[in-house]
């Protein structure tokens, strides 16, 4: 049986890091826990102060198949590379022809990057282009494969 998981991501904004995320991955804004009809309805419920509302958002896959994300406030910025890191398979992933992929992954990283993300470097393969390695608004690395 499997356990589970959500990918919590510390950062300096929370809302819009989450608004790229969701158009990265296709995500929605994650609904509030069953019987709240808003967040600020159950943090109120909660007790959170006020002042802690805007300290994280939430994502969720509309199909319910992958992993919810949250992201988080934190004081400290990035300090270094992630020793962990997303790859976004919006070409398919390596299963699918180059001829097919790799239109697809050119097409993401432009879509990223307009929305706030940046490009580090084109990472090649037997000669060709592979995979786009990307950071978000804030500097967390991803691949777009």
């Known amino acids: 049986m499997s356990t589970k998981w959500n990918l919590t991501i510390d ?3 929370p809302k819009p890091l989450a608004a790229f995320w ?3 991955l296709g995500y929605v804004q994650k609904p509030p826990p069953a019987g709240s009809g808003s967040w600020e309805e159950w943090f109120a419920h909660h007790d959170v102060p006020e ?5 994280g958002a939430y994502l969720s896959d509309p199909d319910g198949a992958g992993p919810s994300l949250s ?3 934190v004081p400290e910025p990035k300090a270094g590379k992630n020793r962990l890191h ?3 398979q919006a070409g398919g992933g390596r299963e699918t022809p180059w001829e097919v992929r790799w239109p697809r992954v050119t097409e993401a990283v432009e879509r990223l990057r307009s929305a706030g993300g940046s490009v580090i470097r084109v990472h ?3 000669g060709r282009p592979d995979h786009v390695e990307m ?3 804030e500097g967390h690395e991803f691949c777009v494969v």
């Open 86 to 88: 997303l790859d976004v």
């Open 71 to 73: 992201f988080l406030r």
């Open 51 to 55: 002042e802690e509302w805007d300290d």
């Open 124 to 126: 090649e393969l037997q």
């Open 135 to 137: 950071a978000d608004p």
């Open 22 to 24: 969701a158009e990265a």
């Open 11 to 13: 950062c300096a904004h």
